[in-house]
Nanobody
Framework: QVQLVESGGGLVQAGGSLRLSCAAS????????MGWFRQAPGKDREFAAA????????NYADDVKGRFTISRDNAKNTVYLQINSLKPEDTAVYYC??????????????????WGQGTQVTVSS
């Protein structure tokens, strides 16, 4: 019923930028938190960024602050992740997630009910 589809990943040089998109269908998430998580090769999935239902509140992992910007367009039921100053350690599969219950942009995976399939971001040095 509910689908989240990520796009925008790819291979980029260190220092470059990408904008990831996540389009939701099946229900409206205008009142719900949405987030981005990432999983590097051989590592656990970790929190990157989240945004509240209103779009006015955001939450970022310490290692992405100042480089990543999360935003949303509720009219399009879409969330974005702008990534600047990419580093090789940003290489990961990036997953979009949506909460079915919460409006606060939490960093815990268990607050998010719906998940996309992920989009690969690879940063070369």
């Amino acid at each position: 019923q509910v689908q989240l589809v990520e796009s925008g990943g790819g291979l980029v040089q260190a220092g470059g930028s990408l904008r990831l998109s996540c389009a939701a269908s099946g229900r409206t998430f205008s009142s719900n938190a949405m987030g981005w998580f990432r999983q590097a090769p051989g590592k656990d999935r970790e929190f990157a960024a989240a945004i509240g239902g209103s779009g006015r509140t955001t939450n970022y992992a310490d290692d992405v602050k100042g480089r990543f910007t999360i935003s949303r367009d509720n009219a399009k039921n879409t969330v974005y992740l702008q990534i600047n100053s990419l580093k090789p350690e940003d290489t990961a599969v990036y997953y979009c997630a949506a909460s079915g219950l919460f409006s606060v942009p939490g960093d815990a995976e268990n607050k998010y009910e719906y998940w996309g399939q992920g989009t690969q971001v690879t940063v070369s040095s």
